[in-house]
């Protein structure tokens, strides 16, 4: 009797393996939607360079930085290993070098992945396994945790070992996306002078990840549009829908209103590319560059992309559909999808939450808190620990970006304090080795970025010969010097943390967190940070932080405050002063539509109610004291 059931299970097993190679190959479908509703957005250079390799096979998306292909290069040489095969070099002397290293880079993390994945298929579901990490990690709605939860406790052998292969078959890696900064496109040229065809920074890194054999993977665009960007993408089939009428590749817009959503939306439809998502990012409350809106706060700007999105969607499918007709002569009967993903300045679930539930985003991003996770970023040691310990004078809205942007910064790194001893010794300015940012053209022909020691040394010449005050020339300087360079510090975190040469002699580092840091203060594993997000955790102890709306009406009104103090009688034209009334009754407008929504979603939360209240006296102080002619200051009762 028991040598026939054993007999009888052996034939069961064989029957269902048959059944999970079908399964298997079903799994690989490109279109499987995500099961996690958080993604790890670009964080700096080097902090998410590797992320896919240390989060994708849990099912988690992450986002790659493309811009800086030295350290793609020296990745390339720390990776390969890992899979057991010779690194051959890409220089500088190849054509098209910078396409050919992100290619291959791209290709290099998605084979590791891969690997991952198959792993991950033959490993049984014991305690401390990743493959029930997996699904341990998953939020609780997930229908996938649901499965494993009853799978676990499931006591007959053949019924468990059922649920356990369609599990398997369900894995899913989390995307492996990259990330362009559209302002970042310096031109290449060759021994003659001559500008080089499509070799811009950003033109040759998008080409590089359009031939690589990513799948299911996005390209997000940051910073604005670019033109010329836009005008290359046209010409890559890697965008073109399949025969499914669904996208291999797909194009994310990251956004700070629904105008830019609209417009760049507009203008890539006419070319045959669809946006499958536009990422909406807190114009203040994020890390790194820190692009401002007119006063249009976060939530205004969440119920305007949720009452307006079937609007969006069809306006440009209108345009799309026209355009892909006559470029492949495909004919869509039905839009494709378009996802309205949020990040900046989200820390609790209940946030999470409000921001999911009110505004229907298809997915949140968790950014600078996963710098505390060394399992899905790469943070160097002695930055990790500055991070840890941040606290509010820790962080800074600096004018320290080249590119003239204002960005979030960390004080006290390596970075800052040879900055400062530079300063010091009378030679301001770095040596500039990877021209990224050279985009200056104020004092020479050749670009040359305003972090460099020429740049430096030409402007300070320049400021001593203007007769400027004793104030204003002091106020010059500190705004010039705080400039700092960008390619290599938000890069050498990876060097250091793999113990590899990135560029000689040079190794400080700089980080670029969100505000959003000062809240979290422990170094916690992906699992524990997951458990955060999704409200099984708590790791955030700080009573006294305000919610996400509030800590960004905060940002907005000292940034307004300090835009005001710095404004002199000169600059201070008909035009600047409308700017300035526009902004402030942008953000009375904000302020109302909170208090309703405090009334609505947020249950009365008294605190929220004593903030929006203190809110509005300081910008009617601010307008009193800036504006005193001014006579129709809203009230928010």
Request: charged fraction near 25%.
């Amino acid at each position: 009797m028991c040598r026939h059931k054993k007999h009888r299970n052996s034939e069961l097993a064989e029957q269902d393996d048959v059944f999970v190679h079908k399964l298997l190959i079903f799994m690989s479908s490109k279109y499987r939607q995500p099961e996690h509703t958080f993604h790890i957005p670009v964080m700096g250079i080097a902090f998410t360079i590797d992320s896919p390799i240390k989060v994708a096979r849990f099912g988690i998306s992450s986002v790659i930085s493309i811009v800086e292909d030295r350290l793609i290069e020296m990745m390339r040489q720390h990776y390969y290993s890992s899979i057991h095969q010779l690194y051959e070099p890409i220089t500088t002397s190849e054509p098209d070098y910078r396409a050919k290293r992100i290619t291959d880079y791209l290709n290099l993390v998605n084979t590791i992945v891969q690997q991952q994945m198959q792993k991950l298929r033959s490993e049984a579901f014991e305690r401390g396994s990743d493959i029930v990490k997996y699904f341990e990690m998953l939020p609780e709605d997930s229908r996938l945790k649901a499965i494993y939860n009853t799978m676990m406790q499931t006591v007959d052998v053949v019924e468990r070992r059922k649920h356990e292969m369609y599990l398997k078959s369900q894995l899913s890696p989390g995307s492996i996306d990259v990330n362009i900064m559209t302002k970042v496109d310096r031109n290449h040229v060759d021994k003659s002078g001559n500008v080089i065809p499509d070799a811009s920074d950003a033109v040759s890194a998008l080409r590089g990840y359009a031939l690589s054999e990513l799948e299911n993977s996005s390209v997000v665009f940051s910073a604005g549009m670019n033109p010329r960007l836009y005008n290359y993408l046209e010409s890559l089939h890697a965008f073109d829908p399949d025969e499914n009428y669904q996208f291999s590749k797909k194009v994310i817009v990251k956004v700070s209103d629904y105008r830019s959503a609209l417009i760049q939306g507009k203008y890539l439809a006419k070319k045959g590319i669809w946006v499958s998502e536009f990422r909406i990012e807190s114009g203040l409350n994020c890390g790194g560059h820190a692009f401002a809106t007119d006063g249009f706060l976060l939530g205004p700007i969440m119920e305007e992309f949720k009452t307006k999105h079937d609007e969006l969607r069809d306006t440009i499918f209108a345009i799309y559909k026209g355009a892909i007709n006559k470029k492949l002569d495909i004919d869509f009967s039905d839009p494709p999808e378009v996802r309205i993903t949020v990040q900046g300045g989200i820390g609790t679930h209940e946030e999470d939450q409000l921001l999911k539930n009110k505004y229907n985003v298809a997915s949140t991003g968790w950014g600078t808190p996963f710098l505390l996770v060394p399992e899905a970023t790469t943070v160097d040691a002695h930055t990790l620990n500055l991070l840890s310990a941040a606290g509010e004078n820790d962080i800074e809205l600096s004018h320290n970006s080249p590119l003239g942007v204002r960005f979030h910064y960390l004080k006290g790194t390596t970075a800052d304090i040879e900055k400062k001893q530079r300063i010091a010794n009378g030679k301001a300015g770095s040596p500039c080795t990877e021209k990224h940012l050279a985009l200056n053209t104020e004092f020479t022909e050749e670009p040359i970025c305003t972090a460099s020691l020429r740049y430096q040394k030409l402007k300070m010449t320049q400021l001593k010969g203007m007769n400027l005050t004793k104030n204003e020339l002091d106020k010059q300087i500190n705004d010039l010097q705080a400039k700092e360079c960008l390619c290599i510090g938000l890069s050498n975190s990876a060097a250091i943390t793999y113990d590899e040469l990135f560029v000689n002699k040079f190794n400080a580092v700089n980080i670029c967190p969100g505000p959003n840091i000062v809240n979290f203060s422990e170094i916690v594993s992906l699992q524990t940070m997951t458990d955060h997000i999704y409200g099984r955790t708590n790791i955030m102890h700080n009573a006294h932080r305000p919610n996400l709306f509030v800590a960004e009406i905060i940002l907005y009104i000292n940034y307004l405050k300090e835009q005001l103090i710095n404004e002199t009688e000169s600059s201070m034209d008909t035009k600047r002063t409308l700017y300035y009334r526009t902004f402030i009754t942008n953000l009375y407008k904000g302020l109302v539509y909170y208090t309703e929504l405090n009334e609505s979603d947020m249950h009365h939360d008294i605190k929220f109610t004593n903030a929006l209240l203190q809110a509005e006296k300081e910008l009617t102080r601010i307008e009193l004291e800036f504006f005193p002619e001014s006579s129709d200051v809203l009230q928010l009762v």
